[in-house]
């Protein structure tokens, strides 16, 4: 897990564009009520968690918001305004996997169940953060296939508000395996303005390439997808961490849909069919790291140099 002082340190050492708020402002506070956990920062929204809910039957964030106040995923369920596809599937920001070990939680055809937590909503020193055990069951629900442990972190950059994740999968009773799919990983939807296909959205990843055609299946190491909403500049960075089992693949999509999948190689065009296999009692790790970040029309932030203070952070485990 994350050295929380380390990780103040190489935040503190960012030289990126000054958008996010000071230290001393990033007052962050969880609220707790049945199934979910509000986020605020200075009293004002960065994100909902969602735990039980009986249509989208798998943890996820809802009505994310950046540091200008500016919800930068589609509304859950869809607003009328936007683009109605995927409404259940496409809660915001979520992980899931469309083949592990025959079942499908991204289609929400297997159920992802909440189990507790392993630590309470806290603060410690200058971030948030909290941990929960999630259960991936079989598609009728009678088999365990894995456990996931899943600490989440919040902190703020002067680029924005970061999101990190870090999960831990296991099972003692058994082999499993994550499969071959486009639809694997951590995804994000966009609200519909910001889309590429018929919005103002733009895609760039860290191989300097644009579009959603030119990005999907092409290896990276992030990805970022804004817009403008209000003269502003919003949008999502998202970053797999460096110590993932192998480079992510990325399925992006111009109605405003983009995920992080190191598993569909062959599905994603890369090779042939991927099956990552995980033994009884051994643990796959899987990481990643969500910039939310706003700036005024015509600047820009320093998305390389975001994704070097991530992986400070996670280096200095």
Known sequence: MLNISRMWLALTLLTLVPLGHAKDDFKIRFAESPGKVSITVAERPLATYYYQDTITTRPYFAHVYTPAGIQVTRSHPPDPKELQDHGPMHPGIWLAFGDLSGHDSWRLKAKIAHRGFLERPHITEDTGRFTVQNEYLSEDEH???????????????????????????????????????????LGIRLPSAIREDGGNGRILNSRGLTTADKTWGQPAAWCDYSGTIDDTVVGVTLMASPHNARESWWHNRGYGFFACNLFGRQAMQQGPPSKLLVKRGEVFHLGYAILLHSSPHGKTIDHAQAFQAYRTIVNSR
């Open 143 to 185: 088999a365990l296939i894995c456990t996931e442990t899943c600490r989440y972190t919040f902190a703020n950059l002067p680029a924005g508000w970061l999101i990190i994740t870090e999960s831990s999968f296991k099972s003692d009773n058994n082999d499993f395996y994550f499969g071959d799919q486009e639809e694997m990983g």
